[in-house]
């Protein structure tokens, strides 16, 4: 059975004028640098140019959950905005980072176009109530401990304070130990209890967490594999963290896909949309 198409659109930017239309959410894990993340982003729109797919560049300025007290968390709210800040102006791109507390969200919507929630902290009403607030997008991740039609209580949250702007992220779920499983069942399922487009990161969802002696290691070989899955069960956008050397990065590398990979990916996954909705 062909999956529904959300009847809610996302509006970011003017060229998102169509409900149907696929988008990608990608960038480095956290910011390691100005020109590192500059050069991610103008690869990534020299990709999703030649694709003609609307692309969000995705950066953190914090990592507050790294599992050690030692693990690099990026250059802090102030800074970070400042550089995401004129990434979106040079590239001319809409930009998402993650909140971590409520004080956070006013100085974020300055910058921000999405203000991601996420997934450990998916069911703090006050994050939850301050994100709404902005009136920006709201990406909330499912937390790993939830179902996906527990996330209709986040959406009610977000809604309670008059924003609809709101788009969900599977990521998958805690299976034991150190490792995670999605079930693809997840996807349609948030659609239809929330109404809400639903995102797939696929870079998260092959994190090892906590495996990797102080840190979390991560799968990467089956990113494209659940991707392409994903798009099949009917999720409206793809989130990939990426990077030039993911081997290097400073955080959440044995997961990323690089950027070498990507266009690959990314034509398979429009394949498999387009197929859908033929």
Known sequence: MRPAVNKRKIKTFSSWNDEEQFFLIAGPCVIESEKICARIAAALKDICGALNMPLIFKASY????RTSVNSFRGPGLTRGLAILSRIKRKFDLPVLSDIHHPAEAHQAKAVLDVLQIPALLCRQTDLLTAAAKTGRIVNVKKGQF??????????????????TRIMLTERGSSFGYH???????????????TGYPVVFDATHSVQLPGAGAGKSAGERIFAEPLALSA??????????EVHENPDAALCDGPNMVSLADLPGLLRKAQKIREALYA
């Open 62 to 65: 914090d990592k507050a959950n």
């Open 146 to 163: 939830l179902s996906p039609q527990d996330m209709v209580h986040a959406v009610k949250k977000i809604e309670a304070s008059g924003n």
């Open 179 to 193: 490792n995670l499983v999605v079930d693809m069942r997840s996807i349609p399922l948030m659609k239809s209890s």
């Open 231 to 240: 798009v099949a069960a009917g999720c409206d956008g793809l989130f990939l």
